[in-house]
């Protein structure tokens, strides 16, 4: 871990204590310089880190700051977060993780920014992800499996996400098919599933599941339609340990998928959160806008509605319009 890291996280679980640069470099067993330098690029992060002549330092704005060994003390899955990375900013956190070495990187591995100066979200649309107001994070997966059994990786993360949420910050949280998080009527989060295939085989080299969730102020530009963990009474200061408990959970229902294939608890968790459940939607996809009421979700993550003709089907793809009842 880098210098930095460590000297924040004990500025962090020091609080409101003025640290000596002297204890520090004791308990880092490094030089007092090596302290010094590490502040500055901590000040330099955007953290807020006062000097006392004489005595020390202290973090005043603590709380909130995205800190690597916070994230891995309360890791309790074998994989996922396992390896990670934490980024002041990126353009997008998925895109960051395509442009890796993927085929030398272990499943599970994670990326967390601070910032995304270009998030994105499904249908070309954007994610808006300012500094320090949200969660936004990409998991890199190597699942077996063929294309069409990836939509259900969202299904996963939506209720891994959901059910975190719903622990921590002691509020419901509800699901729009397929993959928006919602609290009372607005977006909280958004997941964004790309999968790499291989052409020759149909099935899948990799998998980068990227989940954003608004903590802090909600992006003006999306002011109406979307909230934030913030405006739901959650603690300040949650990102971390909300991070590790995605990655915890994510894990267990991740293998309850792909190895043990169990997925009913995963899609009756999923149902329970599916408000527009029995309600009528308008439908857009490739055949146009119509109208037809939401019966659940299938055992792949498709929607299954019941058209105007009273016709049952599945949607694979394709977003809902409007919520009708
Ligand atoms: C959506 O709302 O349609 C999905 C939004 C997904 C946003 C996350 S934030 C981390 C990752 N990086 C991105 O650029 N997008 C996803």
């Known amino acids: 871990m880098l210098i930095k890291e460590q000297v924040l996280y004990v500025l962090e679980k020091e609080k409101d204590n003025i640290v000596t640069g002297g204890n520090l470099a004791k308990r880092l067993g490094v030089s007092r310089t090596a302290i010094w330098k590490a502040v500055n690029a901590l000040r330099d992060d955007g953290n807020k880190i006062e000097s006392f002549p004489n005595s ?36 997008s956190t998925n895109q960051h993780l395509k442009g890796l070495d993927i085929t030398n990187l272990n499943e599970g591995y994670t990326i967390i920014a601070d910032e995304q100066t270009g998030g994105r979200g499904r249908m070309g649309k954007k994610f808006f992800s300012p500094l320090r107001e949200g969660i936004y994070m990409s998991i890199l997966l190597k699942p077996s ?9 969202t299904v996963c993360a939506a209720v891994a996400v959901a059910e975190a949420i719903e622990d921590l910050c002691n509020a419901k949280m509800n699901i729009k098919w397929v ?19 291989l052409a020759e085989v149909q099935s899948v ?9 608004n903590t802090g102020r909600v992006p003006h530009e999306v002011e109406g339609i ?13 990102r971390n340990r909300l991070i590790a408990e995605i990655l915890n959970r994510l894990e267990n229902i991740y293998i309850d998928y792909t190895v043990n294939n169990n997925k009913k608890r995963i899609i009756s968790a999923y149902e329970q959160r599916l408000f527009i459940k029995d309600k009528k939607i ?14 659940g979700i299938n055992d792949e993550g498709g929607l299954i509605i019941r ?15 409007e919520i009708k009842e």
Not at 180 to 196: F, Q, R
């Open 56 to 91: 020390g330092y202290m973090l005043v704005d603590f709380g909130d700051n995205l800190i690597k060994r916070s994230i891995d003390e309360h890791l309790t899955g074998n994989f996922m977060g396992r390896n990670m990375e934490i980024l002041k900013s990126t353009h």
């Open 145 to 153: 499996m063929g294309p069409h059994e990836t939509q259900f990786l």
């Open 179 to 197: 993959n928006d998080i919602y609290y009372k009527g607005k977006k909280v989060c958004g997941i964004l599933t790309e999968a790499s295939l």
């Open 205 to 213: 080299e990799y998998v980068v599941l990227g989940i954003g969730i």
């Open 226 to 238: 979307a909230t934030s963990l913030k405006e739901a009474g959650c603690n300040e200061g949650i």
């Open 282 to 295: 308008v439908m857009h996809d490739t055949k146009g806008d119509y109208s037809a009421t939401v019966l």
């Open 307 to 321: 058209n105007e003709q009273g016709e049952t089907k599945v949607i694979i793809s394709g977003e809902i319009k």
